[in-house]
């Protein structure tokens, strides 16, 4: 019975803790606001470059489409994963758990009556609003410029409504993704080189590299199941209506599962590699 | 100290030596990084696998299909690597030498500070991408000379001239470089100086006709003639990948212009360089 009350007790003070560590990562964030602004304006420059190669490309194949794409759509498409990067990439989570299991500093969440996971998402959804606040003027700014690429406007409402869901499901996936290969640490010491691969595979898989939909059939129905895809190419693929509105809700509901999945293995990681963890020293 | 003039190849030599033991040192690691080189590689031709799966060639009548786009990618590969292996990781040094005032130590030694700052480490597994490049190269000449119709004949001089203008690009890519993070001077650190590299020399990697469309002729003059970034992949990779007689005479004079902006771009980035070493303050107490 004491626990019962106790966790009553617990809950409003776990969310003030929460509330707290929110607020001190945001306070940290907004340090380097102008750097960050500009750092942000100037990843659009490869997409100058992705313009031109993609108008040549349509050009000499002398079709309007190619597979659901024009020319202006395909410019669109890496625009739009540029968003869903923006929420899904999680640049240090993994290599900054590893380093916390290596120099001994994960003992701090043993002592102290906070969960790792939790507290990582919440930085990391700290870090992420901030970077919305101020990657908000660049990103308006560039597809401002760049309306006219998007040929069709804007999708309807459901479709938006679908869109922002996955992109936040895009978010929570790309975190407990990583936060699992992070977690390997517990067992490697050296995360690095398995880092790579993830990127590499990230980077190719997700369709940041280019649209997915180019590849052969019998590679897309495969990469169709693997939740690579959630991290880039399905918010774009929603917001560009590639994707039937039926069929939307069961890549959301595949997703949900990856989802599930991940969020499963890093807390049984989290557990088990506690237990084999010896921390030594002061 | 008068009279005395060190010898830049033996040192150079024990630079190379250092860093080859140091990365025999971590052999496992050392691998695993040439995989990782070359796997990012293979990835990319992939890429452009699947593209030539819808086109012929990239752009309207520029000349650049299948294999002869792939002489490209290899020569793109082939600089990279080059300036990956040997520029790359000093550069990425100095803006650290800056911030922590360890560059007294450079200024001491009685060598060529830019010498010293440009060599003393050497990356051998991005060499690995050298490797890469040359198969790739190798192969899609072959396919080049032995296919049915208009098999291409290699002219003696393209032999001659393409490493020549290989050893150019690579000369304009350290320039670049070397000028990018002698700014971290001035700038006290220059953390991003990878991505703005990345940036820059992304224009690089495309055949310059694709930006001969509309507003993309600024970004081409700009890229030939001011940071000419744009010669130096495609110059080799045009001498190598088609006839010398179906150069045209504009391809001839930046061919020309080429050696000029590589000799003007060493001698630019030079006097940057030593421009920022007399701002430099040490940072050391």
């Given at each position: 019975m004491a626990t019962v009350a106790s966790n009553q007790r617990g809950t409003g003070s776990r969310l003030k803790t929460w509330w707290t560590i929110l607020k001190i990562s945001l306070e940290e964030r907004f340090v380097y606001r102008g750097d960050f602004a500009l750092g942000t304006l100037m990843r659009f420059l490869p997409i100058i470059t992705q313009v031109f190669l993609w108008y040549a490309i349509f050009a000499a194949s002398g079709k309007e489409k190619i597979e659901a794409y024009t020319a202006n759509g395909v410019v669109a498409y890496y625009m739009l994963t540029m968003i869903s990067r923006a929420f899904s990439s999680m640049p240090g989570l993994c290599s900054g758990i590893a380093l916390q299991v290596r120099d001994g500093e994960i003992k701090k969440y043993l002592i102290q009556p906070i969960d790792l996971l939790g507290f990582l998402l919440l930085t990391r959804i700290a870090h992420k609003l901030c970077y919305y606040v101020i990657a908000l003027i660049p990103f308006t700014f560039v597809f401002f410029l760049c309306r006219g690429f998007f040929e069709n406007g804007w999708p309807e409402a459901s479709v938006l409504c679908a869109y922002f869901l996955s992109l936040i499901m895009g978010f929570l996936l790309g975190f407990f993704m990583e936060a699992s290969l992070g977690l390997v640490s517990f067992w490697f010491l050296e995360v690095t080189s398995l880092a790579f691969v993830y990127n590499l595979l990230n980077f190719f898989l997700s369709?940041?590299?280019?649209?997915?939909?180019?590849?052969?059939d019998w590679a897309a129905q495969f990469i169709n199941l693997l939740p690579f895809q959630y991290l880039a190419y399905y918010p774009a693929a929603i917001f560009q209506g590639t994707i039937e509105p039926n069929q939307v809700w069961q890549g959301m509901a595949l997703e949900a599962c990856w989802l599930m999945a991940f969020i499963m293995i890093a807390r049984i990681m989290l557990n088990r590699g506690i237990h084999r963890y010896s921390g030594f020293g002061g | 100290m008068t009279g005395y003039r060190p010898s830049y190849l033996n040192v150079f030599l024990t630079f190379a030596r250092n860093s080859l033991v140091r990365d025999m040192s971590f052999r496992a690691n050392f691998i695993l990084q040439c995989i990782s080189t070359i796997s990012w590689t293979v990835m990319n031709i992939g890429f452009y696998l699947i593209v030539f799966q819808y086109t012929?060639?990239?752009?309207?009548?520029?000349?650049?299909g299948r294999n002869e786009f792939f002489v490209f990618l290899a020569t793109t590969w082939i600089i990279n690597s080059l300036v990956q292996t040997f520029f790359m990781p000093n550069a990425q040094q100095f803006s650290e030498l800056i911030r922590s005032g360890n560059l007294d130590f450079a200024l001491l030694k009685p060598i060529d500070t830019q010498f010293v700052i440009s060599f003393p480490r050497v990356d051998w597994a991005a060499l690995s991408n050298l490797f890469v490049g040359f198969t790739l190269l190798c192969y899609s000449l072959y396919q080049l000379t032995t296919k049915a119709e208009n098999p291409l004949i290699i002219d003696w001089r393209s032999i001659l001239m393409y490493p020549f203008y290989i050893g150019c690009g690579t000369v304009i890519m350290y320039s670049v470089m070397i000028t990018l993070a002698a700014t971290s001077v001035w700038l006290g650190r220059n953390q991003t100086l990878y991505n703005f590299w990345f940036y820059i020399t992304n224009f690089s990697r495309y055949p310059m006709e694709i930006y001969k469309v509309g507003w993309g002729m600024a970004l081409w003059v700009f890229f030939t003639f001011i940071i000419p970034v744009l010669l130096v992949v495609n110059i080799p990779a045009r001498i190598m990948a088609?006839?010398?007689?179906?150069?045209n005479s504009q391809m001839w004079q930046l061919a020309g212009f080429a050696i000029l902006a590589t000799v003007a771009c060493l001698m630019i980035s030079r006097r940057i360089f030593v421009r920022a070493l007399k701002s430099y303050r040490s940072a050391s107490s």
């Amino acid at each position: 019975m004491a626990t019962v009350a106790s966790n009553q007790r617990g809950t409003g003070s776990r969310l003030k803790t929460w509330w707290t560590i929110l607020k001190i990562s945001l306070e940290e964030r907004f340090v380097y606001r102008g750097d960050f602004a500009l750092g942000t304006l100037m990843r659009f420059l490869p997409i100058i470059t992705q313009v031109f190669l993609w108008y040549a490309i349509f050009a000499a194949s002398g079709k309007e489409k190619i597979e659901a794409y024009t020319a202006n759509g395909v410019v669109a498409y890496y625009m739009l994963t540029m968003i869903s990067r923006a929420f899904s990439s999680m640049p240090g989570l993994c290599s900054g758990i590893a380093l916390q299991v290596r120099d001994g500093e994960i003992k701090k969440y043993l002592i102290q009556p906070i969960d790792l996971l939790g507290f990582l998402l919440l930085t990391r959804i700290a870090h992420k609003l901030c970077y919305y606040v101020i990657a908000l003027i660049p990103f308006t700014f560039v597809f401002f410029l760049c309306r006219g690429f998007f040929e069709n406007g804007w999708p309807e409402a459901s479709v938006l409504c679908a869109y922002f869901l996955s992109l936040i499901m895009g978010f929570l996936l790309g975190f407990f993704m990583e936060a699992s290969l992070g977690l390997v640490s517990f067992w490697f010491l050296e995360v690095t080189s398995l880092a790579f691969v993830y990127n590499l595979l990230n980077f190719f898989l997700s369709g940041h590299m280019f649209p997915l939909d180019l590849l052969p059939d019998w590679a897309a129905q495969f990469i169709n199941l693997l939740p690579f895809q959630y991290l880039a190419y399905y918010p774009a693929a929603i917001f560009q209506g590639t994707i039937e509105p039926n069929q939307v809700w069961q890549g959301m509901a595949l997703e949900a599962c990856w989802l599930m999945a991940f969020i499963m293995i890093a807390r049984i990681m989290l557990n088990r590699g506690i237990h084999r963890y010896s921390g030594f020293g002061g | 100290m008068t009279g005395y003039r060190p010898s830049y190849l033996n040192v150079f030599l024990t630079f190379a030596r250092n860093s080859l033991v140091r990365d025999m040192s971590f052999r496992a690691n050392f691998i695993l990084q040439c995989i990782s080189t070359i796997s990012w590689t293979v990835m990319n031709i992939g890429f452009y696998l699947i593209v030539f799966q819808y086109t012929d060639s990239i752009g309207k009548e520029t000349g650049w299909g299948r294999n002869e786009f792939f002489v490209f990618l290899a020569t793109t590969w082939i600089i990279n690597s080059l300036v990956q292996t040997f520029f790359m990781p000093n550069a990425q040094q100095f803006s650290e030498l800056i911030r922590s005032g360890n560059l007294d130590f450079a200024l001491l030694k009685p060598i060529d500070t830019q010498f010293v700052i440009s060599f003393p480490r050497v990356d051998w597994a991005a060499l690995s991408n050298l490797f890469v490049g040359f198969t790739l190269l190798c192969y899609s000449l072959y396919q080049l000379t032995t296919k049915a119709e208009n098999p291409l004949i290699i002219d003696w001089r393209s032999i001659l001239m393409y490493p020549f203008y290989i050893g150019c690009g690579t000369v304009i890519m350290y320039s670049v470089m070397i000028t990018l993070a002698a700014t971290s001077v001035w700038l006290g650190r220059n953390q991003t100086l990878y991505n703005f590299w990345f940036y820059i020399t992304n224009f690089s990697r495309y055949p310059m006709e694709i930006y001969k469309v509309g507003w993309g002729m600024a970004l081409w003059v700009f890229f030939t003639f001011i940071i000419p970034v744009l010669l130096v992949v495609n110059i080799p990779a045009r001498i190598m990948a088609r006839p010398l007689n179906t150069m045209n005479s504009q391809m001839w004079q930046l061919a020309g212009f080429a050696i000029l902006a590589t000799v003007a771009c060493l001698m630019i980035s030079r006097r940057i360089f030593v421009r920022a070493l007399k701002s430099y303050r040490s940072a050391s107490s």
